[in-house]
């Protein structure tokens, strides 16, 4: 990367810091892109480009078909552009661009991220995780938390593409509330295995690494469409279990139930309905965390409308009353 390259990293604006009349230079990722014609028959380039802080509308009006073959959709370009209003809207006049290098890119620019301290999560989840005195179970648990190529991408990883948890970090902070819960409830009932609960718990979603792509945009990969986080939970864990000695097959087995059922319904994609304590807490607490933190995603996003209630949301199947008095604080950063 030459030194104009990493110059341009500095000069990151944000879609949301623009204003009518400015001239800028900035990168951003590409959404849509379409060669048009106005109505006089003129080519153009109209292109939907965004960071983690929103979108905006782009035109090239110049020799637009020379730029077509520079970039592809999911790209990341550097442009000079100046900002413009058209029916009230900003709109960004573009005058260069260029694909940027990889090197250039801070990928928490552009997709959401958890505000929460990340290693910080991790170094808790660990020390949860060390709780667990089942010699197996333990190995297990270390075999993956200890791996750095694992750390390293669930770390990263949304939870989901929607309804819950959809930012970088997302995974690690949906699955330490989950165990978090779990060292709260699982007390409550007697005849609760804790060990093996709090095991299925901090690797009930750990295929979603797998199953979710997030280096550009969140989008499934195609195991994820294939084949689903659950079954690549599973797989992930047999592995690891066939390469630790005597590892006791009822054990697997009853780990194995937890990560298949954790899902709780046939509708939404368990191959086996829960069947045991550990596996129905799991399901519940699980359920509970990836519910709350959707309601306060979608209470966060309208909290600047007046209206007591949120609009429908779709995939919830319902309307939102929004807590008196409270601002939401989704743990995300916009």
């Not at 409550?188 to 093996?196: A, I, S």
């Not at 195991?223 to 066939?242: F, W």
Request: aromatic share 8%.
């Amino acid at each position: 990367m030459t030194e104009e390259q990493r110059g341009e990293r500095k000069s990151k604006i944000f879609v949301n810091e623009l204003q009518r009349g400015q001239s800028i230079e900035s990168y951003f990722h590409v959404r849509e892109k379409n060669l048009n014609r106005t109505k006089a028959g003129a080519p153009y380039l109209s292109l939907r480009l965004a960071d983690r802080t929103g979108e905006i509308e782009g035109r090239v009006w110049d020799n637009a078909p020379d730029f077509v073959s520079i970039f592809d959709v999911h790209d990341f370009i550097k442009v000079r552009a100046e900002v413009e209003e058209f029916q009230g809207t900003l709109q960004l006049r573009i005058v260069k661009l260029r694909r940027c290098l990889a090197e250039e890119i801070r990928l928490d620019d552009f997709l959401p991220r958890t505000s929460a301290d990340v290693e910080k999560m991790f170094a808790e989840l660990k020390d949860l995780a060390h709780l667990v005195k089942q010699p197996f179970l333990s190995q297990l648990l270390d075999s993956f938390l200890e791996d750095p190529d694992f750390g390293e991408k669930f770390k990263r990883a949304p939870a989901a593409k929607n309804v819950h948890h959809v930012y970088l970090g997302g995974l690690l902070e949906h699955t330490l509330a989950v165990a978090q819960l779990i060292l709260l409830v699982a007390p409550r009932y007697p005849g609760v295995n804790q060990d093996l609960l709090l095991t299925g718990g901090i690797l009930h979603d750990i295929g979603k690494i797998a199953e979710l792509s997030f280096s550009r945009v969140f989008d499934y990969t195609d195991a994820g469409r294939l084949l689903g986080h659950i079954v690549l939970t599973v797989e992930m864990v047999n592995q690891r279990i066939k390469s630790i000695p005597d590892f006791p097959e009822d054990l697997a087995l009853l780990l194995e139930h937890i990560l298949i059922s954790h899902h709780g319904d046939f509708a939404f994609g368990s191959p086996k309905l829960p069947m045991t304590l550990e596996a129905l807490i799991l399901h519940h607490l699980d359920d509970l965390d990836a519910k709350v933190n959707a309601f306060w995603a979608w209470i966060a996003k309208e909290k600047d409308q007046p209206a007591r209630w949120t609009t429908y949301h779709k995939l919830l199947a319902r309307y939102i009353l929004k807590p008196e008095n409270a601002e939401a604080d989704l743990t995300q950063e916009s």
